[in-house]
């Protein structure tokens, strides 16, 4: 054996690069997710000392008011909603299919879910799959207007919204409304169809687990069933996708029922949550809709990026409030963030797509 083949090799320029573990660690930092949080963060904290406040002081009371001090619970209460919404944007953008109705399906969904309570009786269970069913019937229609019209779903979703979400409020302020009090809300609904609070707390209800267990039933749908590949791939390539043997727009429309059926289910649950009944504007005044999206671009779509994008963006969102009190920085600032990290990401997908065509 020669001395040449025995000698020990020194480590090339790009061998530590080659490793895996080195490879995995680099890829996590250089993300787009990532570096999109760090470059919101970095703004917010120079627009924070343009206006005179501290950062020192700001980001600590932004942790306090979402996860210490009492809040956690409120927290976990936002983060519910969010998820959901989340959802529902992000299973039909798997198939390549923007939904920014989620407010028209999580109005109409609620105000099912309030007159099957109120006038059905029984249980939670029928006003749930009936808020479900109405938030899939809206999204639903924005299927046909694309296949037989030509209408893009995310203009036919944002153009349904508005009536759906104008619907609800009549309803609220009219046919189901509280008698005497001249207030857009329902009574309150009955012992009966009032979701149960988990561990004595005043805003977690059953909506915790049952969001989470939905979440964590899409994510193998996803990546392990024949469906979740069609529906991938109809995202790639559509053409391609009907080329390979898949329905395209009977695929399409099921994609944008399953969001629509979240959305719905989410105002249903919300509704059947404290303080037991459908107030006009409650839903939507919230914004989980627009924190969703975000939570998901941020993810970039990626099913299990979108629980923890999500989380951060209710962090931000819940603990606004501390920020305020204790720092006083404005809550909305962290609305900003939430916009910055939006461009950010935009703008990241446009500089790699520019590459790919260079």
Do not use: K
């Not at 936002?78 to 939904?99: I, K, Q, S």
């Not at 409650?282 to 939570?295: D, E, K, N, Q, S």
């Not at 809550?331 to 461009?343: C, N, P």
């Amino acid at each position: 054996m020669s001395r040449a083949a025995t000698a020990p090799r020194a480590p090339s320029a790009g061998g530590a690069a080659r490793r895996p573990g080195w490879a995995a660690a680099r890829r996590a930092v250089l993300s787009p997710a990532l570096l999109s949080v760090a470059g919101a963060l970095a703004l917010t904290t120079l627009v924070m000392a343009a206006a005179g406040a501290d950062p020192s002081l700001a980001y600590p009371a932004l942790v306090r008011g979402a996860l210490l001090d009492g809040n956690l619970e409120y927290t976990l209460a936002a983060y519910v909603p969010t998820l959901g919404m989340a959802v529902a944007f992000a299973v039909p953008l798997r198939a390549g299919e923007f939904n920014l109705g989620g407010d028209g399906q999580l109005s109409l969904g609620g105000i099912t879910a309030a007159a099957l309570a109120l006038h059905a009786g029984g249980s939670y269970a029928l006003p749930l799959a009936g808020a479900a069913l109405a938030g899939a019937l809206l999204a639903g229609l924005s299927a046909p207007l694309r296949t037989r019209l030509g209408v893009p779903a995310i203009v036919s979703t944002l153009l349904l919204s508005a009536p759906a979400v104008s619907l609800a409020s009549y309803l609220a302020r009219f046919p189901l409304a509280e008698p005497g009090t001249g207030l857009a809300q329902t009574p309150l609904l009955p012992e009966a169809a009032r979701l149960p609070a988990l561990g004595g707390s005043s805003y977690v209800t059953l909506a915790l687990p049952l969001v989470a267990v939905l979440t964590a039933l899409w994510l193998p749908a996803d990546t392990r069933t024949v469906p979740g590949y069609e529906i991938r791939a109809l995202g790639a390539n559509r053409e391609f996708a009907r080329y390979g043997g898949v329905r395209v727009d009977r695929l399409a429309t099921v994609t944008m029922a399953a969001g629509g059926a979240f959305a719905g289910l989410v105002g249903g649950l919300i509704v059947l949550g404290p303080p037991y009944r459908f107030v006009d504007g409650a839903l939507t005044a919230p914004g989980y809709t627009f924190t969703a999206v975000a939570a998901v671009l941020l993810a970039a779509g990626r099913p299990l990026a979108v629980p923890g994008s999500v989380a951060l963006l209710t962090i931000l969102q819940a603990g606004g409030q501390g920020m305020e009190r204790e720092a006083g920085v404005p809550s909305q600032l962290t609305q900003i963030v939430q916009g910055l990290i939006i461009v950010i990401v935009a703008v990241a997908a446009v500089v790699r797509a520019a590459r790919r065509r260079g």
